[in-house]
């Protein structure tokens, strides 16, 4: 049973099957799930299937917005977001539960990027450096900082 009474959910483009990132963002899931509720979901990538880069970013971005939840925070990770420390990152899941939010979706952009609509849709975005990442290592570096502020929120020695 999670600690936190969070659920958390990654909405992201494309798919970590064979990635060398694979092991690793299973490991984070297999060890968030001792703390909150959280699933991943993928959506295919549109680029490069014969669509202008311009309308497969559209389509990346309507097909994103459909698992969005009502009730859910939608959080961007994006370049031009908030960088923030680990410690502040806990803070601010912190207050999310402190406030009554119980639902948060991460969004991760495809490799052309991320709609206007979803840039206007969602309610903040972070980033994770002003450095852009392939969006299989920004899952896993999400993974690991969401494992990181669990273990900052329990007291927990693995951040330090």
């Known amino acids: 049973m999670p600690h936190f009474p969070l659920s958390i959910r990654l909405i992201v483009v494309g798919k970590m ?21 959280i699933e991943v979901v993928e959506i295919k990538t549109i680029l ?10 559209i389509d990346e971005g ?14 961007l990770l ?10 502040d990152f806990a803070q601010r899941l912190q207050q999310f539960t402190q406030s009554g939010t119980r639902k948060i979706d991460f ?17 903040e975005s972070m980033s994770l450096s002003k450095m852009t990442f392939a969006h299989e290592l920004a899952r896993v570096a999400l993974l690991e900082q969401l494992y990181r502020t669990c273990t900052i929120l329990r007291g927990e020695k693995y951040h330090k």
């Open 78 to 87: 994006h370049t031009a977001g908030r960088e923030r420390s680990s410690e």
């Open 107 to 123: 969004i991760i952009g495809g490799a052309a990027g991320l709609s206007d609509e979803i840039l206007q849709a969602a309610h």
């Open 17 to 37: 099957h064979g990635s060398v990132f694979e092991a690793a963002s299973r490991e984070y899931l297999e060890r968030l799930r001792h703390y909150v509720e």
């Open 48 to 57: 490069g299937k014969g669509k202008p880069e311009a309308q497969a970013i």
């Open 62 to 75: 309507r097909e994103l917005k459909r698992y969005f939840r009502a009730e859910a925070r939608q959080i």
